[in-house]
């Protein structure tokens, strides 16, 4: 399914351009916003799953799978988007937790 933030075929980092207006094609990989080798899957069923940078998704000190305050803005990013044509109880079904009230 096509991700519900982005474009897959946009080369532009979702991270680079919310947090520092950086529009820039660069190389980007897929990250699963929910992630685990169940959450994997629904993340690739629903489109969760947005494009970022390396230094977003694995290697800088704002990377989602290092930094858990820009991991859970995403998330909360992800599950508004999807609350915008589901219910929140579609989403606590799916996901099983409620982003909406985590800092």
């Not at 990989?29 to 929910?34: A, R, W």
């Not at 858990?68 to 999807?82: D, F, G, N, P, V």
Request: aromatic fraction near 8%; charged fraction near 30%.
């Amino acid at each position: 399914m096509p991700s519900i933030l982005q474009n897959r075929e946009d080369k532009r980092c979702y991270l680079c351009m919310i947090l520092e207006h950086d529009y820039r094609t660069k190389p980007v990989e897929e990250h699963h916003i929910y992630f685990g080798e169940r959450m994997r899957k629904i993340s690739d069923k629903n489109g969760f799953t947005c494009n970022l940078c390396i230094e977003h998704h694995r290697t800088g000190k704002a990377a989602v799978h290092k930094n858990k305050a820009i991991r859970l803005m995403l998330q909360k990013i992800c599950q508004q988007e999807y609350e915008k044509t589901h219910s929140r109880e579609e989403f606590l079904q799916l996901i099983g937790e409620n982003y909406m009230d985590r800092c």
